[in-house]
């Protein structure tokens, strides 16, 4: 079965960096575009990065455009966003995700807390 699993999430400073790395097993990596998500306390999950599955086309949010950058490596079947210049408005907790078959997939989150 489709398994996401997300890591990297911590406490940043403002204006610092982290790296999200999500390990997906149980379906044909190669095959699938994959999403990053986040929820911050009150708000409605928010799509933050898209990639398709060979990773030539990426998307973001306007909010984190220019600061955050999705990839993907087909080979170890893992997608990352590296998120630079973090702002408290980024506090979140961020989940990856894939659409499969109609249905979608998540991890079980990692929270990101950006606080001085």
């Known amino acids: 079965q489709v398994h996401l699993e997300e890591s990297g999430g911590g406490l940043v400073q403002p204006g610092g960096s982290l790296r999200l790395s999500c390990a997906a097993s149980?379906?044909?990596?190669?095959?699938?575009?994959m999403r990053w998500y986040r929820q911050a306390p009150g708000k409605e999950r928010e799509l933050v990065a898209f990639?398709?599955?060979?990773?030539?086309?990426?998307n973001y949010a306007h909010s984190v455009e220019g600061r955050f950058t999705i990839s993907r490596d087909n080979m170890k079947n893992m997608v990352y966003l590296q998120m630079n210049n973090l702002t408290p408005e980024d506090t979140a907790v961020y989940y990856c995700?894939?659409?499969?078959?109609?249905?979608?997939?998540w991890g079980q989150g990692t929270q990101v807390t950006v606080s001085s």
């Open positions: 995700n894939v659409l499969q078959l109609g249905n979608m997939y």
């Open positions: 149980g379906f044909t990596f190669r095959y699938y575009a």
């Open positions: 990639i398709t599955n060979g990773g030539g086309t990426t």
